[in-house]
């Protein structure tokens, strides 16, 4: 059974870095890409970042380039989200997913897997 599990989550202060981790049981993931979305109450979810199988390729929404990094150690099954000078509005909960299959790195339906998701607050 293929169980993702997020953590790092928490309440931070505007500005503020924090780094998100996700490691992924259940099977070898070490030939997939994987992604992080967010959901803010009352929003749909929403790309915020995805890293090919090899590490070769990382994609990002607009609104986070170059602020936020995405990673993984397929060693450890984990992708790792690293996210500085947080804002406010970046408060949702944040979801690790694994892509299995081709597709659009930012369409939540083109991944196959998700965690529960943590909960990132952001303080202004």
């Known amino acids: 059974q293929v169980q993702l599990v997020e953590s790092g989550g928490g309440l931070v202060q505007a500005g503020d870095s924090q780094r998100l981790s996700c490691e992924a049981s259940g099977g070898t993931f070490s030939r997939f890409g994987m992604g992080w979305f967010r959901q803010a109450p009352g929003k749909e979810r929403q790309f915020v970042a995805g890293?090919?199988?090899?590490?070769?390729?990382?994609y990002y929404a607009a609104s986070v380039q170059g602020r936020f990094t995405i990673s993984r150690d397929s060693t450890k099954n984990a992708v790792y989200l690293q996210m500085n000078s947080l804002k406010p509005e970046e408060t949702a909960v944040y979801y690790c997913?694994?892509?299995?299959?081709?597709?659009?790195?930012?369409?939540?339906?083109?991944?196959?897997?998700w965690g529960q998701g943590t909960q990132v607050t952001v303080s202004s």
């Open positions: 890293l090919s199988w090899n590490g070769g390729n990382s």
């Open positions: 997913a694994v892509k299995t299959r081709a597709g659009y790195w930012d369409r939540a339906a083109d991944y196959d897997y």
